[in-house]
């Protein structure tokens, strides 16, 4: 069974930059394909934020932030970053990493159902 633990998130200013890491355990790749990052703002649903595949590296993005966000791979291809440039007041949610076992496409969100524990991500205008 995967296992996903994220880095602590934070508080932050609006313009302001951060950036998150999930790490997979075991770190075998060959059980999962995708990594995603999520979001969940109180009152809200859950979205999905980022995604990659962990074999090609290819990306893809919400709209709400493409060219704000990035997602990475670290030397360990199942650890990812995700990089949060110009934050904004409504980025604040409880930040959530995650995949799912298997191989094919990483862009249903619904697809992904292995979760951390989530971290929260709070910016301040």
């Known amino acids: 069974q995967v296992q996903l633990m994220e880095s602590e998130g934070g508080s932050v200013q609006a313009g302001e930059s951060l950036r998150l890491s999930c790490a997979a355990s075991?770190?075998?790749?060959?059980?999962?394909?995708?990594m995603a990052w999520f979001r969940q703002a109180p009152g809200k649903e859950r979205e999905g934020v980022a995604r990659?595949?962990?074999?090609?590296?290819?990306?893809s993005y919400a709209d709400p932030v493409k060219a704000r966000f990035t997602i990475s791979q670290g030397n360990a291809k199942t650890t990812v970053y995700l990089q949060m440039n110009n934050l904004k007041p409504e980025d604040t949610a409880m930040y959530y990493c995650?995949?799912?076992?298997?191989?094919?496409?990483?862009?249903?969100?619904?697809?992904?159902?292995?979760w951390g524990r989530g971290t929260q991500v709070t910016v301040s205008s």
């Open positions: 995650a995949t799912w076992y298997g191989y094919g496409r990483c862009d249903l969100w619904a697809r992904y159902d292995t």
């Open positions: 075991p770190s075998d790749t060959s059980a999962i394909n995708c």
């Open positions: 990659i595949d962990l074999h090609t590296g290819s990306s």
